[in-house]
């Protein structure tokens, strides 16, 4: 039972280049989201999904996209990375209604030079 | 999202004695969870509070589901190295649909 995968763990990019960061759970979850961590800041939501085909912005959507078509994947793209976006990006799943706690992956580190 | 106000930052304590975090909003919530985040992991479920007043025990952790709805607080009884880490209060939003979270306190413990 793999839980929440993403993947890559670490990755560095050059400011303008693009890229998708991958997340993939195996529980058959409807909701998932990505989050993203920064040193004092806590976990603010990027883009959140409520089932396949639908997914909507969080608080801090600005500079990503997202798309939804299958229910286990949940990719996040950059179309064209800034130093601001470096920091350590999570994926997070959860079953429907409010009766669940989200199940997280282990993040993917982004530095942005 | 509504700001989750999370206290202390940080906490520095020997092994064997007990903490306290809390967590307060301005706004009432239907659920409050409490997650720990291992250095280089993400986050994971400790305790999740559904009801006012409600208090729950996940071994030496305990927490509680503020009677106004506004407040949780978490404790954690005779600390051990290996709960060091941040804790992190959430509330799930109405909608469920996605989390929001308290900026954590980062808890340290000396042997």
């Known amino acids: 039972n793999a839980g929440v995968t993403q993947t890559p763990k670490f990755q560095v990019l050059k400011t303008g280049q693009s890229m998708t960061l991958q997340c993939a759970q195996d529980m058959n979850h409807e909701y998932m989201s990505w989050y993203r961590q920064d040193p004092g800041m806590g976990l603010r939501l990027i883009h959140y999904s409520v089932g396949a085909g639908i997914t909507d912005q969080g608080e801090v959507p600005n500079g990503y996209n997202v798309s939804r078509s299958t229910t286990e994947d949940f990719p996040l793209r950059l179309l064209s990375a800034a130093p601001s976006q470096t920091s350590v990006y999570f994926c997070a799943s959860s079953g429907k209604g409010s009766n669940y706690g989200y199940t997280f992956g282990s993040g993917t580190r982004l530095t942005v030079v | 999202g509504q700001q989750l106000n999370q206290s202390p930052q940080s906490m520095f304590i020997q092994e064997g004695e007990d903490v306290s975090m809390n967590c307060t909003s301005s706004s009432i919530f239907n659920t409050w969870l409490w997650y720990k985040q291992d250095p280089g992991e993400g986050p994971v479920l400790l305790i999740a509070l559904y009801k006012a007043g409600e208090l729950t025990s996940n071994g030496r952790l305990t927490a509680q589901f503020g009677i106004t709805r506004k407040d949780s607080f978490l404790n954690i009884s005779a600390s051990i190295p290996s709960d060091v880490g941040i804790y992190f209060c959430?509330?799930?939003?109405?909608?469920?649909?996605?989390?929001?979270f308290g900026k954590g306190t980062s808890l340290l413990v000396t042997p």
């Open positions: 959430a509330e799930r939003s109405n909608s469920g649909y996605a989390l929001n």
